[in-house]
């Protein structure tokens, strides 16, 4: 049963997060602009999806879907980035 939670946490956390894009703080730029970024905004985006679902999972009740988001944006931002 927690597995099909957490498939479901990532499939809706993949469907909101894939209409917007990540720019780093530091700079400005959207931060697919290089492969390199691209390659680390996806790396970055796991872990902080793992964070969500993990917040998911944790309470005594099932996270509304916009709560689950917001963990995920919150450890993005935690990592310097920011969506727009």
Known sequence: MRILVVLSVGALLSACV?????YRVSDG????????????VEVDKAVCQGEAAKAALAGQYRMEGYRVMMVERGCMAGKGYVVR
């Open 18 to 22: 894939s209409q917007q894009y990540y």
């Open 29 to 40: 730029q959207r931060s697919d602009a290089t492969p390199a970024g691209a390659k680390q």
